[in-house]
């Protein structure tokens, strides 16, 4: 960011909500924010372990300085995609059982697939307005 710019904290308008439960997308954001740091700091990580293996020994600025290729671009990307994809793994799969109509009960899954019987869908819960 350059010097004299600002980003606002706070966007404006009303926030969306995802899920029936307000505090649940609070938690979600919340996780994600830390998601996105945690990134972060696995790619200054990467550049000091990059910078120590190819020079002995790193100062502060070296890794400041430091831009990545592309192919280590393609690799932190990488990585990140599969970070966020653990992070996000109960949600995605939520979604994708949504989507596929797949939302019977844990239990009732279980039993069908001990006795090779098809689990019963269930139809998605209605989820109010807020």
Known sequence: ???GSTLKRKARGERPYFFEDPSVDRVIA???GLAGEV?????????????????GGVKRA??????????VAAERAAWREGFLSEVLRIVESEVEALAT????????AIKSVETDAPAPKRK???RKKK
């Open 39 to 55: 990134a972060v700091l696995h790619d200054r990580l990467d550049t000091l372990e990059r910078l120590v293996e190819q020079q």
């Open 101 to 108: 109509g797949d939302t019977a009960k844990y239990d009732t």
């Open 62 to 71: 070296a890794i400041d300085a430091y831009k990545p290729s592309a192919s």
């Open 30 to 32: 919340m996780v994600m």
């Open 1 to 3: 960011m350059s010097v």
């Open 124 to 126: 998605p819960v209605a």
